[in-house]
């Protein structure tokens, strides 16, 4: 039974951010198939089952691919039937696939498996929780996605200890079980009791204002979003500001060039940052780091960005969300000219948390411009058609990157390109102001 409505004036603070606790609990355990996991267990599954690397590596791909095609229909699920039993099947599902790995000793099963995990990593996880989050709070929303992606990054860091931990001590199998028994654990009790849909259904308002900040009180004209009053100390540019009544359908969204101006930033974001993730720990070791230095290096770009998360949270409360995204992509053009220059330990230790600063933004940001452009009730199908992009960076950009590395004989001219294409986008998402609907 859901325990929100009897909850929700047991805590000495407002309950939404009991709800962003607890959906980021899905977004915790949407990293039990991340890269780095399975990163950590290609060598003991390559020797077990006597796979290739390439054929292990696969899944990923298949994962992505399938992600392509069910992203929109997830986001119509979340619209359809509610952000928390979407959340809650998602990490049954996850749980389950994970724990069904320790059984698959066929290309295929193991397949369908990673890859049905990939698809809530991709989907579910992270456009459910952040929905949550953003139907929550309004004032106060870049914190609240902020807080759900810390979650995440605290995920990563778990996930490779315990695979890295179990499978030395226990082996490939019980290391697994041991994945799949943290997912369930953690994540399917707080998303399938302490989750509410939006404060209303509660009876509270979001950001926790009382009842009678209504819109009246704020004199004609005056753009405010529901329950928010004015606040001496916070103040969002109006292109910030959304209400219900002033909220977009996925029809409306798409017929703005915003949304594809979007779309199109999600799909270079995300082709240069997930290339970047996949090759940085060989790129790591090609410029001189032993395997355990790498290693650590690329774990490092994980505790950075739980810090991130809450600091581009902070950031996007405070800041035109357009500008806080045009930042996220010169960080990126930086960290990634950095990286062509990069030699020595400390020199690699600073290219990961720049990584790490730009892992959070990536994640962060988007979630909180979607929801302030475009309002709270159609959200998921618009955000589950605007990931289509970041699912075609993540598709392409690795392999793109690893054949030019093929045909040059090194990382150089890629990262070049991933230069430019990161100052540009900073100059082009400029123009992503928030759409304003025609009045007939």
């Known amino acids: 039974m859901l325990l929100a409505p009897r909850l929700r004036d047991t805590f000495p603070f407002y309950y939404g951010w009991i709800v962003v606790g607890a959906s980021g609990t899905v977004v915790f355990a949407r990293m039990a198939p991340a890269i780095t996991t399975l990163t950590v267990l290609i060598f003991p599954i390559s020797h077990q089952l006597g796979w290739s690397r390439t054929l292990i590596a696969g899944s990923v791909s298949a994962g992505a691919l399938a992600s392509l095609v069910l992203s929109p229909v997830v986001g119509w699920a979340i619209d359809r039937f509610g952000a928390r039993p979407v959340l809650v099947v998602s990490v049954l599902v996850l749980g389950v696939a994970m724990i069904s790995l320790a059984w698959a000793t066929v290309p295929l099963t193991f397949y369908l498996a990673f890859a049905a995990g990939r698809i809530v990593f991709h989907t579910s996880a992270p456009i459910g929780a952040s929905t949550v989050a953003a139907r929550w709070f309004i004032r106060k929303r870049g914190r609240a996605i902020g807080i759900v992606f810390l979650f995440g990054a605290i995920g990563g860091v778990v996930f490779t200890m315990v695979a890295s931990l179990v499978v030395e001590s226990h082996g490939l199998k019980a290391t697994w079980i041991a994945i799949g028994l943290v997912v369930l654990v953690f994540s399917v009790a707080p998303s399938l009791l302490l989750v509410a849909e939006r404060p209303e259904d509660i009876g509270l308002l979001p950001d926790g204002e009382p009842p009678d900040s209504t819109d009246s009180e704020k004199g ?221």
């Not at 915003?258 to 779309?263: A, K, N």
């Not at 997930?274 to 994980?302: E, N």
């Not at 930086?334 to 020595?344: A, C, D, P, R």
Request: charged letters at 10%; a positive charge; glycine letters at 12%.
């Open 220 to 440: 004609a004209g005056a753009i405010v979003p529901v329950g928010v009053p004015d606040s001496p100390t916070t103040v969002l540019p109006r292109a910030q500001m959304t209400t219900d009544t002033d909220s977009w359908t996925l029809g409306e969204a798409v017929r703005t060039k915003t949304f594809w101006l979007l779309v199109f930033m999600g799909f270079a974001s995300f082709f240069v940052h997930t290339s970047i993730g996949v090759h940085m720990g060989a790129y790591f070791r090609d410029v001189g780091l032993g395997a355990t230095s790498a290693a650590l290096a690329v774990s490092l770009s994980w505790s950075v960005s739980a810090v991130g998360s809450l600091i581009w949270g902070w950031v996007t409360d405070r800041i035109d969300v357009r500008y806080a995204y045009s930042v996220v992509f010169l960080f990126q053009a930086g960290s990634t000219l950095y990286l062509i220059f990069v030699g020595g330990t400390l020199g690699v230790f600073l290219a990961s948390g720049l990584f790490g600063i730009v892992s959070a933004g990536t994640n962060v940001v988007p979630s909180v411009i979607y929801a302030n452009y475009f309002g709270r009730p159609s959200l998921g199908r618009i955000r589950g058609l605007g990931e289509v992009g970041v699912l075609l960076g993540q598709a392409t950009g690795p392999v793109i990157a690893g054949i030019l590395f093929d045909l040059r004989g090194g990382y150089s001219t890629i990262f070049t390109a991933f230069v430019v294409l990161a100052l540009v986008c900073s100059l082009l998402v400029l123009k992503a102001r928030a759409p304003v609907k025609t009045v007939i």
